[in-house]
């Protein structure tokens, strides 16, 4: 249950860290083994969503008031790909022409010989090449080398194995493969293995027992280092109160290892004082610019923000105008979006214009963006920048409210009360009110404690 407001950076921003940090997890697979190479797959792209911004409400008197916060959210866009580490290739010639009985090209029948007499890094080396390629049918062939590896004992093999039956890498995706490679790999502590798990596990069911079994995948893989799941971890400890604290130091540990998610994130548990951290907008600006230094285009949003608002640095409105376009013309980042609608809806850094600033709150909200969605049923209800619709008003007011808005169930919940743009229904209006309290709305919360 989310009672922070705002709670910019674990209340819509998980899933889509989930997914960069997924495409991160790619790329980085190799380095948990001697064998350096880069990661079977190649680059991932991530989908973008909602990140960090402050609650903007519905009301008309929120015109000028209603504030981006923020952003925390991983960015969209393609994940880099790890880098290509130095070492002897194998020669594959004979291994693209094996099969799945693994005799070679040249006739030699190794899928004779027994696990001792195979030697499982050979046949890692020969599949990592095949899995290089980026061809289908070279790919499907590395599968039974990596397989006759794992068998034999080799970790990483079994790892890159699920890997690859995780990802559809050579073969159609297949969790319970992929689970009983993974977990081949995670009884010997392979960091990625267990990161991995924990995805499978996340992608697989919403269940509470499944969640918490994906969190001690997690939670094993950041003690043994691995920064990806020590971002995701921080980034659902974070989502409960009591579990600030510990969030903070997973993040302080990634943020070490010049983690640019890591560092954005530190930067907003800097900026809001969480975690028992004093507020400190100086070095939270320093943190985003690190961030942003490091290519993370929510550190830069949030640099921008910073530049908006004159937090922790001199208040530079055209500034951060410039910074938002600047990166809204390589991704459209969903808190650019809004950051950018709402200085264009109240003139602030560029020229006024209602008309401009709903045109990118739609953009914002068809991109997820929950507060997006909230000002844009407010332009609605008020005819501000476009015309005015109650009815459509509250349509967009019941998505936001699905994707879990507190702001939207408590104007909802208004609405129904009040008969704006529905019909009046004390029930219904009940229900929106009980679950913005839930979520953390202070005005629910005062409502339902008056009754």
Not at 196 to 202: E, F, N, Q, T, V
Not at 224 to 229: C, K, T, Y
Not at 259 to 265: G, T
Request: overall charge negative; aromatic content about 4%.
């Amino acid at each position: 249950m989310q009672t922070f407001l705002p709670l910019s950076l674990m209340k819509y921003a998980y899933p889509s860290l989930l997914a960069l940090c997924a495409a991160a997890l790619l790329t980085s697979c190799g380095d948990d083994h001697d064998e350096s190479s880069e990661t079977p797959g190649g680059q991932q792209e991530s989908s973008s969503g909602q990140s960090a911004a402050a609650e903007a409400t519905p009301s008309a008197a929120a015109a000028s008031s209603a504030a981006a916060t923020p952003s925390a959210e991983a960015s969209g866009g393609a994940a880099s790909q790890a880098d290509d580490k130095s070492g002897d290739k194998a020669d594959v010639s004979n291994a693209a022409a094996a099969g799945e009985s693994g005799t070679s090209a040249d006739g030699n029948a190794d899928a004779a010989k027994t696990p001792e007499e195979v030697d499982p890094d050979a046949l890692l080396a020969q599949a990592d090449e095949l899995l290089r390629s980026n061809r289908a049918e070279q790919q499907a062939q590395a599968l039974p080398l990596l397989r006759r590896a794992a068998e034999a004992g080799q970790t990483e093999a079994a790892f890159r194995l699920g890997f690859c039956y995780a990802n559809g890498i050579g073969t159609q995706p297949q969790a319970d493969e992929a689970r009983k490679w993974l977990s081949m790999a995670a009884e010997k502590n392979h960091p990625s293995a267990l990161a991995h798990l924990g995805l499978l596990c996340d992608k697989l069911s919403k269940d509470e027992t499944v969640a918490a079994e994906a969190l001690g995948y997690y939670r094993r893989a950041a003690e043994l280092g691995q920064v990806e799941a020590q971002v995701i971890l921080a980034y659902k400890l974070a989502a409960q109160p009591e579990s600030q604290a510990e969030a903070l130091e997973w993040l302080r540990k990634a943020a070490a290892q010049k983690n640019d998610r890591a560092l954005c994130a530190l930067g907003v548990f800097t900026l809001e004082g969480r975690g028992g951290l004093k507020a400190d907008p100086v070095e939270a600006y320093r943190l985003f610019e690190q961030a942003a230094e490091l290519g993370s285009a929510d550190g830069l949003c949030n640099q921008a923000y910073c530049l908006e608002r004159g937090l922790g640095v001199k208040a530079d409105p055209e500034k951060a105008v410039e910074l938002y376009t600047k990166l809204l013309e390589k991704a459209p980042l969903p808190q650019a979006l809004y950051n950018l609608a709402l200085c264009r809806m109240d003139g602030r850094g560029t020229e006024k214009d209602s008309h401009a600033g709903v045109q990118l709150l739609v953009q914002a909200y068809n991109a997820g963006h929950v507060e997006a969605a909230c000002e844009l049923a407010r332009c609605c209800a008020a005819g501000i920048g476009l015309q005015k619709n109650e009815e459509q008003a509250v349509q967009i007011l019941h998505e936001a409210a699905r994707r879990g808005s507190a702001e939207a169930q408590y104007t909802l919940a208004c609405c129904y009360r009040e008969g704006k743009g529905v019909k009046k229904d004390e029930t219904i209006a009940e229900t929106y009110l009980k679950a913005a309290a839930a979520n953390g709305h202070p005005k629910a919360v005062e409502g339902l404690k008056a009754q």
